[in-house]
C-alpha cells in the first residue's frame, strides 16, 4: 500500500513540475513518511518516475480507447470532433494524461523515456488503424489513404493541436481544431472506391 501511496503522490508531482524541480523530500514529506523510507519501495528517483510514467500511460492509453468505445455509435466524423473537447476537458481533471502529455512532448533532458513513449504511440497508432477500420466498414466509408496512414495521420494532427493546447489559451486550442479538422477530412475522404486493398492488413 506505501509503494502505491508513494506511486499517487510523485504523480502530482511529475504532472505539474518538471523532473527536475520534484523533491523526494516533499514526496516523502506528502506521504506522511521520511525521505530515507521511500527507498524500502523505490531505488531512487528514476525509479519512482518510471514507475509513475508506466502507470500514466497506461491510464492514459485505457482512457482513450475508452472514449472511442463509449461513442462507437457515433459516425466517425462526429466521434473525432467529440475527442478533442473530451481530452481537453479531462487533461485538466486526469494527472495522468497530464504526466502523459508533459513527457511526450517535453521529456526530462537526463531521462530516457523512449522505452516508455514509443510503445505507447506505436500501440495507439495500431488500435486507432483498427477503428478506423470497423468504422470504414459500418459506415461505408471511402478514403482516400490506407488505414494505416489515416491513423498516424490523425495522430500527427492531435499532436499538433495538443501542443497548442499546452502552450496557449483554451480558445486558441480550440480555434486550432476547428481549422484543422475539416481539412483532415477533406484529405481522407474520396468518391472513389475503399482501399481494402491496403488495409487488409491492419
Not at 519512482?48 to 482513450?64: E, P, W
Not at 502523459?100 to 495507439?124: E, G, Q
Request: positive net charge; glycine residues 2%; aromatic residues 14%.
Amino acid at each position: 500500500m506505501t509503494a502505491i501511496k508513494i506511486r499517487n503522490v510523485a504523480l502530482h508531482h511529475f504532472a505539474n513540475l518538471d523532473y527536475d524541480s520534484v523533491s523526494l523530500q516533499q514526496i516523502a514529506e506528502d506521504v506522511g513518511i521520511r525521505k530515507a523510507s521511500l527507498y524500502a519501495h523505490y531505488k531512487n528517483k528514476e525509479d519512482i518516475f518510471f514507475h509513475v510514467l508506466n502507470h500514466a500511460m497506461k491510464q492514459g492509453k485505457r482512457a482513450i480507447v475508452a472514449f472511442f468505445v463509449q461513442h462507437k455509435d457515433q459516425p466517425l466524423q462526429t466521434t473525432v470532433h467529440s475527442f478533442f473537447h473530451w481530452f481537453m476537458k479531462e487533461s485538466d481533471q486526469s494527472l495522468e494524461l497530464k504526466l502523459m502529455i508533459r513527457v511526450l512532448y517535453f521529456p526530462p533532458k537526463n531521462v530516457s523515456c523512449v522505452h516508455y513513449t514509443k510503445p505507447f504511440l506505436t500501440d495507439l497508432e495500431r488500435w486507432f488503424a483498427r477503428y478506423i477500420l470497423v468504422k470504414q466498414r459500418d459506415e461505408q466509408l471511402h478514403f482516400s489513404l490506407p488505414v494505416k496512414h489515416i491513423s498516424l495521420a490523425f495522430l500527427t494532427v492531435a499532436e499538433g493541436c495538443l501542443i497548442e493546447f499546452f502552450f496557449a489559451e483554451n480558445p486558441r486550442y480550440e480555434e486550432r481544431v476547428r481549422a484543422i479538422l475539416p481539412i483532415f477530412f477533406q484529405g481522407i475522404h474520396t468518391g472513389g472506391s475503399t482501399m481494402n486493398e491496403h488495409n487488409s492488413s491492419i
